[in-house]
Nanobody, 127 residues
Framework: QVLLVESGGGVVQAGGSLRLSCAAS????????MGWFRQAPGKEREFVVG????????NIADSVKGRFTISRDYAKNTFYLQMNSLKPEDTAVYYC????????????????????WGQGTQVTVSS
């Protein structure tokens, strides 16, 4: 069982930055994939970024490429989403997720493949 707890959401002006954290408890070992998704009102949950826990390979959605980055801290069992140059369209509830992939390949963007989810944290970008 893996428990995920997000933190770091809030309100920020357009052009600003936020860093989200996702603390994982339980059996996070090699060959896990960790991802960030977001869901805006009236829209489906969409993939943002993902990272392979052991190999460090990343996958980043085109909509945030060049602005968002994902990283991990082994010692803290935590991974992060650094969001820069935020836009009003980035406003959403952000969720972290995890799944066991059994390999060190590029993380999947398919939300249905992820088994564990955090409770979500609201990010609001004002114009």
């Amino acid at each position: 069982q893996v428990l995920l707890v997000e933190s770091g959401g809030g309100v920020v002006q357009a052009g600003g930055s936020l860093r989200l954290s996702c603390a994982a408890s339980g059996r996070i070992w090699n060959n896990y994939e960790m991802g960030w998704f977001r869901q805006a009102p009236g829209k489906e949950r969409e993939f943002v970024v993902g990272i392979n826990w052991s190999g460090g390979r990343t996958n980043i959605a085109d909509s945030v490429k060049g602005r968002f980055t994902i990283s991990r801290d082994y010692a803290k069992n935590t991974f992060y989403l650094q969001m820069n140059s935020l836009k009003p369209e980035d406003t959403a509830v952000y969720y972290c997720a995890a799944r066991y992939s059994g390999s060190s390949t590029t993380p999947t963007a398919n939300r249905r493949s992820y088994d564990y989810w955090g409770q979500g944290t609201q990010v609001t970008v004002s114009s």
